[in-house]
Nanobody, 119 residues
Framework: QVQLLESGGGLVQAGGSLRLSCAASGRIFGSNVMGWYRQAPGEKRELVATITNGGITDYADSVKGRFTISRDNAKNTVYLQMNSLKAEDTAIYYC?????????????WGQGTQVTVSA
């Protein structure tokens, strides 16, 4: 059983910053990728950023240069530092863990945290 506990969402003015955290617990070992996705009302869920347990990162073009993903492997925690926030960043942000046990991959989702950016 894997659980993902997110925190750090809220309301911020455009140009401001927020930091999201996601702590994973449970059956986590071996290679994995942690990341953040977001879903705005009426839109599909989209990738924001991911990071492997080796530190390799990937970002959506829309957040490059503004958002930074990082992780603490000892704490199984991933962070998303969001700077220069825009109204279009408003969405529910979901933490994701993709892990592998042998040839089988498992994906887990957090419950989501609301980020609202006022113009």
């Amino acid at each position: 059983q894997v659980q993902l506990l997110e925190s750090g969402g809220g309301l911020v003015q455009a140009g401001g910053s927020l930091r999201l955290s996601c702590a994973a617990s449970g059956r986590i070992f071996g290679s994995n990728v942690m990341g953040w996705y977001r879903q705005a009302p009426g839109e599909k869920r989209e990738l924001v950023a991911t990071i492997t347990n080796g530190g390799i990162t990937d970002y959506a073009d829309s957040v490059k240069g503004r958002f930074t993903i990082s992780r603490d492997n000892a704490k199984n925690t991933v962070y998303l530092q969001m700077n220069s926030l825009k109204a279009e960043d408003t969405a529910i942000y979901y933490c994701n863990l993709l892990r592998r046990e042998g040839a089988i991959s498992y994906t887990h989702w957090g419950q989501g945290t609301q980020v609202t950016v006022s113009a």
